[in-house]
C-alpha cells in the first residue's frame, strides 16, 4: 500500500486549501481513509476519516464545519478540503489508511500546511 499526500503550501488566515491522497497498491474496499496532523510540538492528531466504499465520514470537533474529506474512486483519491484557515492549522498533514479496528497501518509521507495571519 502507498498514500501519497499532497497539495500543503504557504497560506494565508482565511484561506482555503485541498490536499490530496492518492492511494495505491490495494484495493481499498473496506478500508477507512483517515487525515491526521502533527502541528510544531504537538503530538499527531485525528482530523476525520470516510470509509473508502460507503463515503461514511466522522469528523473530530475542531475540524466540523471547516474540513470536509471526500474521496474519488476513479482517481483513487481522498481530499481533505480546508476552508477558513488558521495559524493554528499549521501542521503536517498525512493521510492514513486502515481495515483493522483501532489503529491504523498505512501512512503516507505528510505534506505540510503554513499559515500565516
Known amino acids: 500500500v502507498q498514500l501519497q499526500a499532497s497539495g500543503g503550501g504557504l497560506m494565508q488566515a482565511g484561506d482555503s486549501l485541498r490536499l490530496s491522497c492518492v492511494a495505491s497498491?490495494?484495493?481499498?474496499?473496506?478500508?477507512?481513509m483517515g487525515w491526521f496532523r502533527q502541528a510544531p510540538e504537538k503530538e499527531r492528531e485525528f482530523i476525520g476519516s470516510i470509509t473508502w466504499l460507503g463515503g461514511n465520514t466522522v469528523y473530530r470537533d475542531f475540524a466540523k464545519g471547516r474540513f470536509t474529506i471526500s474521496r474519488d474512486y476513479a482517481e483513487n483519491t481522498v481530499y481533505l478540503q480546508m476552508n477558513s484557515l488558521k495559524p493554528e492549522d499549521t501542521a503536517v498533514y498525512y493521510c492514513a489508511a486502515t481495515h483493522v479496528i483501532g489503529r491504523y497501518e498505512f501512512w503516507g509521507q505528510g505534506t505540510l500546511v503554513t499559515v500565516s495571519s
Open positions: 497498491g490495494q484495493n481499498f474496499n473496506g478500508y477507512v
